[in-house]
């Protein structure tokens, strides 16, 4: 079952302008993270946020958590057209402690940066 | 370090047909997880293995069965394939059996026909 949603499902913008993708979900976390997935091909990590932090940064990534409404959000700056690709948020197993590997995805949000 | 690797990259099978799909984690890492990603589920966690042990499984037909090795090598069956089981197949691992980062291999694309 999917822990939460992304919203928006697709994004266009052009190179250089931000993007930002937000994520809800359903229940309490130890962590939240955000992948990137290139067309049909792995995910990779970008960046994870644990519960009791509000903002992390990375580079031109900037992700922000907010427990009491459940959402976290993931901020692109300038982008670029290699950052074209599907965006992911997963958490935690519901009720579980930190030690599973098990992983709850978002349906994703579809980044396209234009040249 | 060389990435989390899978085989085959790609197969197509016959419905009632059944596959085994393979995972080579990082080296070092004891955990793997299997991930089943299609355009209408999403990204969907099959089972969790940890030294040997699976710690968790998803919510799959008893069709969907793996198993780990001692050199933490992972392999996943699907029996009696259905038409539905078209997707990729995706193996992660990571040093603990956490749900902290996770490295993800570059999936196999099984299409059943």
């Known amino acids: 079952s999917q822990q939460g949603e992304e919203d928006p499902q697709a994004l266009s913008i052009q190179e250089g302008e931000n993007a930002t993708m937000n994520c809800s979900y359903k229940t309490s976390i130890n962590n939240l993270q955000w992948y990137r997935q290139n067309s049909g091909r792995g995910l990779v990590h970008l960046i994870l946020?644990?519960?009791?932090?509000r903002e992390k940064h990375s580079g031109r990534l900037r992700v922000t958590l907010d427990t009491s409404k459940k959402s976290s959000s993931l901020l692109i700056t300038a982008s670029r057209a290699a950052d074209t690709a599907s965006y992911f948020c997963?958490?935690?197993?519901?009720?579980?402690?930190?030690?599973?590997?098990?992983?709850?995805f978002g349906q994703g949000t579809t980044l396209q940066v234009k040249p | 370090k060389a990435g989390v690797t899978q085989t085959p990259r790609y197969l197509i099978k016959t419905r009632g047909q059944q596959v085994t799909l393979s995972c080579s984690p990082i080296s070092g890492h004891r955990s793997v997880s299997w991930y089943q990603q299609t355009p209408g589920q999403g990204l969907q966690f099959l089972f969790e293995y940890f030294s040997e042990t699976q710690r968790n499984k998803g919510n799959f037909p008893g069709r969907f069965s793996g198993r780990q090795f001692s050199n933490s090598r992972s392999e996943m069956n699907v029996s009696t394939l259905e038409l539905g089981d078209s997707a990729l197949y995706l193996c992660?691992?990571?040093?603990?059996?956490?749900?902290?980062?996770?490295?993800f291999g570059p999936g196999t694309r099984l299409t059943v026909t």
């Open positions: 992660a691992s990571s040093p603990l059996a956490t749900s902290y980062e996770q490295y």
């Open positions: 997963a958490t935690d197993d519901e009720g579980s402690s930190s030690n599973t590997g098990k992983l709850i």
């Open positions: 946020i644990r519960s009791n932090e």
